[in-house]
């Protein structure tokens, strides 16, 4: 099957009351906007702050690894899906599953969809293509001290075993870095940003592709969008002291969602004990037995005289 690892969606607890979460079945989606833009730089290249000015500039939203992280977990298990059938040849993931994981989407970028180039360009030949770059060795260190650290954190992986939205997300981004950057990210890491970016510029005719950094902000952007450059600055977001104390929040909070569900849990096993303690209390009678002449008693073995 091409979603095997959708179709194993759970219900979302009622007791996940501390995080935001959505709980989307995009295997029900279909494409609502065209797909406009492609952003296909790896993360950490200025992608979160491309992601606002695209919405600043009147996109209908762009996807961002935060969308499955952080807003809709469930999309985590397509990406799942989306991985196997890319680098492991189980099931298939065409424009009919992008359409489904993608449809309310003008946009899209960051990882892993940075992963799917090829694919992405294939689904959606019309689009445009943005290549986010940065000197590759900020980004290395830049990605060592979030999202890979992410991905290793002990203290993400102990709550992946006990909270709804961790257990989808955590899987999907250490399968990320297995597969993308070939389970090597600290040794391989850089090579592979070089070759992701010339791939891209050997999938992309040049009037279709910017190649953007974010410092140069609207002017080459909105350029190549044919859009009206704002007035407001250029956005800058989601720095490495943000990502730490933002993914160390929602470990917390992921923690306080499985703790209530505990205690529900062991709250309705201590109400069905109460009631099936007092039930055998209140009802409980002593067996009865036909009178008789020289009766032996059932519970003392006496004989008893009417």
């Known amino acids: 099957m091409s979603l095997c690892n959708a179709n194993k969606l759970r219900h979302q607890p009622w007791t996940d009351i501390f995080t935001g979460d959505s709980c989307i079945d995009r295997r029900k989606c279909r494409r609502t906007v065209p797909m406009k833009v492609l952003a296909l730089g790896v993360g950490r290249t200025g992608t979160a702050s491309l992601r ?53 989407c003008q946009a899209v970028c960051d990882w892993p969809a940075c992963a799917f180039a090829k694919e992405l360009i294939e689904a959606y030949p019309n689009a445009k293509v943005i290549l986010t770059t940065r000197d590759v060795d900020s980004w290395h260190t830049s990605t060592m001290k979030t999202v890979y650290w992410r991905a290793t954190d002990v203290e993400h992986k102990f709550v992946s075993n006990f909270s709804w939205a961790a257990s989808m997300y955590y899987p999907m981004i250490n399968k990320f870095f297995a597969t993308f950057f070939h389970n090597d990210f600290p040794n391989q890491g850089k090579q592979i940003y070089r070759e992701h970016l010339a791939e891209v510029r050997s999938l992309v005719p040049p009037e279709r592709l910017l190649e953007f950094n974010v410092k140069d902000g609207w002017e080459p952007l909105c350029e190549f969008l044919g859009e009206e450059i704002p007035e407001n600055p250029f956005p800058r977001s989601n720095d490495i002291a943000n990502f730490i104390e933002r993914s160390r929040r929602r470990n917390r909070r992921q923690m306080l969602n499985a703790v209530l569900q505990l205690f529900t849990v062991v709250l309705k096993l201590l109400i069905i004990f109460f009631i099936g303690h007092y039930a055998l ?26």
Not at 295 to 300: G, L, R, V
Request: charged fraction near 25%; hydrophobic fraction near 40%.
């Open 281 to 306: 209390r209140r009802f409980d009678v002593v067996p009865k037995f036909p009178a008789a002449l020289n009766e032996t008693s059932f519970w003392t073995g006496r004989t008893t005289t009417c």
């Open 52 to 104: 606002t000015a695209l919405h600043q500039l009147g996109y209908i939203k762009t996807y961002h690894m935060m969308s499955a992280s952080i807003e809709n977990p469930p999309d985590c298990l397509m990406w799942l899906d989306a991985l196997a059938a890319k680098y492991d040849g189980v099931g298939k993931f065409g424009r009919r599953e992008w359409d489904q994981l993608l449809g309310d």
